[in-house]
């Protein structure tokens, strides 16, 4: 009798308890992040190192009172919207919104930042901790698109090493941002074939997050593979062949698009014409190798 009691009025206890969460004080909510916010001139080198523009969209994760938001809009002209659980925050975000005439161009969303669709966007913001932010890796690896950027206050991603980093001091106290670029997944056996008579190259790539290395060959002969570097889509490498025994130096530029590579190829700084290469997709590998630390904060 008291079990099914028990089983009738769960659900109803679950219901309410959800609806009542927005309307607890902040103490009381799960927060994964306590609230602090970002000082103005770190704001300012966040979107400096993020080179945001006009026809970015941001997306700052965990908004707070919407201060990144507000001035990605206003200094910067771009759209943005933030995300925070805390409606407190997000009632503070329209205000701030409103005072700074951007209303126009930002949207607050009361939600879970795990939640939080960003496939549209091609900046996300974070003032997070490195504990949060390695748990949301995988996705922004995985759903945003490649050439987005990613800018943080303070924390970092653990073995996902920045492309650049900047430092400001506010009050005496220093603040890392860091930016990465989300790369492409460039990694697997790639083919083409070039030149007179036609010769058939073979490249395999192995990646851990922006970093590529490997082997190339053509006709079945190696070469070494040197400079390998990728920046979001774009594809950098140069190919050392021997010849008639002389060496002779490839360099091959291209853009990352799915199972094709295709770009142009430079000889002595002279353009010697166009490769494109495919891949065999199921040589595609996992990019992110997981965390190489046990992260407590
Ligand atoms: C350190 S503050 C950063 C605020 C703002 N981004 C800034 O830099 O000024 C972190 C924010 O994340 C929010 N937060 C914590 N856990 C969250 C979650 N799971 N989903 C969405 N927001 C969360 C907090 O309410 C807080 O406003």
């Known amino acids: ?157 653990d073995n996902w090493k920045p492309d650049q980093t900047s430092n400001v001091m506010v009050d005496e106290i220093s603040h890392d941002v860091f930016l990465w670029i989300i790369p492409a997944n460039a990694s697997g056996t790639w083919k083409w074939t070039m030149g007179e008579p036609k010769a058939n190259w073979e490249m395999n790539l192995e990646q851990l997050f922006q970093q590529i290395s490997g082997r190339i060959s053509v006709n079945g002969a190696s070469a070494a593979l040197k400079d390998a570097v990728l920046s979001g889509d774009k594809i950098k490498f140069t190919a050392e062949r021997q010849l008639n025994e002389k060496t002779v130096l490839f360099v091959f530029e291209g853009v990352v698009h799915g199972h094709t590579i295709a770009g142009k190829v430079l000889q ?3 353009e010697l014409g166009e490769w494109k290469a495919s891949r065999n997709p199921v040589t595609q590998k996992d990019i992110d190798a997981g965390s190489g630390t046990d992260i407590r904060y």
């Not at 930042?113 to 496939?119: K, M, S, T």
């Not at 091609?122 to 504990?131: A, I």
């Open 268 to 270: 002595n700084g002279k």
């Open 1 to 157: 009798m008291e079990k099914n009691m028990i089983k009738k009025i769960a659900p109803v206890l679950i219901l309410l308890s959800l609806c009542l969460t927005p309307y607890l004080p902040a103490q009381e909510r799960h927060l994964d992040v306590p609230y602090v916010p970002t000082k103005y001139p770190v704001v300012d080198e966040m979107l400096r190192l993020a080179n945001v523009q006009k026809t970015d969209l941001l997306i700052d994760l965990g908004c707070g009172d919407g201060r990144i938001v507000v001035s990605a809009a206003q200094k910067c002209g771009a759209r943005a919207i933030g995300v925070d659980i805390d409606p407190d925050r997000i009632e503070e975000s329209h205000e701030n919104a409103a005072k700074a005439g951007v209303k126009d161009h930002v949207k607050f969303i009361q939600g879970d930042l795990f939640q939080a669709d960003v496939r549209e966007a091609s900046v996300v913001s974070l003032y997070l901790l490195t504990s949060v932010n390695i748990k949301l890796r995988p996705r922004l690896i995985r759903e945003l698109r490649p050439g987005t950027r990613v800018v943080s206050h303070n924390f970092g991603m």
